[in-house]
């Protein structure tokens, strides 16, 4: 029987970020849906308002987690940097296509960082991730005017001898009306895009703890709770440690 060892994985800026977006996520995701369906469950425009003021509040707290994230992974350890998060570089497609095939023949390799299959989540979820903090951002200055589009978008439709830092949400009598509709069009397209968004991070995120789940289970090494602690427990070598590896014990 292999000897089971401990390496250190993920750092502490790693695991922070982690447990953040992961919140923040859920946060989004909840509030988001009361917003969805503030119509049928009878919000007021205040608690509209309200409601999009919390979330994006929540959406701020991602969006500058999720750029801090971006820097660290020129920054971080082997593990937290690009070439192990990207599905991409020398070898990749064959790796993938053999850490699939033992995936599911029941004996997958052991990998310290993100498995093959596990950068194409990673990848996705980066993606989706910057979509929805962008659209967010667009969607926060058109809906309740704060930054960092809000003083262009009051400017925008403030009505004439109306001071645009005086307009606020659902006080239409302070809106300039062709202008306003004209605003309307232009962020129509951000609501669909941040909307579909929604409804596909939803998804992703559920298969994302699936996989997570079937991986800590198929594969053993401590997939969660290094999250937790930044170490995993591996028996036998993993795919991808190299002599910079760092043996914890």
């Known amino acids: 029987m292999s000897d089971i060892k401990s390496y250190a994985v993920w750092d502490k800026t790693t ?19 009361i917003i969805l369906n503030a119509n049928t469950l009878g919000a ?21 987690n999720l750029f801090w994230r971006l820097i ?45 299959a596990g950068r194409i989540g990673v990848t996705l979820l980066l993606i989706l991730l910057i979509t929805q903090a962008t659209t967010g951002l667009v969607l926060a200055g058109t809906d309740i005017f704060f930054p960092p589009f809000g003083g262009w978008i009051q400017e925008w439709i403030a009505a004439p001898g109306v001071d645009p830092s005086s307009i606020v949400p659902n006080a239409r009598e302070l809106y300039d009306e062709v202008a ?3 605003m309307r069009a232009f962020r129509a397209p951000f609501i669909q895009v941040h909307v579909t968004n929604y ?30 602690t930044g170490k995993k427990v591996i028996s036998g070598t993993p795919a991808d440690i190299d002599s910079d590896t760092e043996q914890d014990e």
Do not use: Q
């Not at 695991?15 to 849906?33: E, P």
């Not at 007021?44 to 500058?64: M, P, Q």
């Not at 940097?81 to 993938?96: E, Q, V």
């Open 15 to 33: 695991r922070i970020f982690h447990w953040i977006n992961a919140i923040c996520v859920t946060l989004l995701l909840c509030i988001g849906t």
């Open 44 to 64: 007021s425009d205040d608690g509209k308002v309200l409601l999009k003021t919390i979330h994006v509040f929540v959406g701020y707290v991602l969006a500058i």
């Open 199 to 228: 409804y596909i991070i939803a998804v992703v995120a559920l298969i994302h703890i699936v996989s997570v789940i079937a991986t800590e289970i198929r594969e053993g090494g401590g997939l969660i709770s290094a999250m937790f």
């Open 72 to 116: 660290w992974a020129f920054m971080g350890n082997k593990h937290a940097r690009w070439g192990s998060m990207l599905p991409m570089g020398k070898g990749y497609i064959a790796s993938l296509r053999e850490y699939v095939t033992e995936f599911l023949n029941g004996h997958p390799k052991k990998y310290l960082g993100h498995n093959p």
């Open 180 to 182: 306003y509709e004209e």
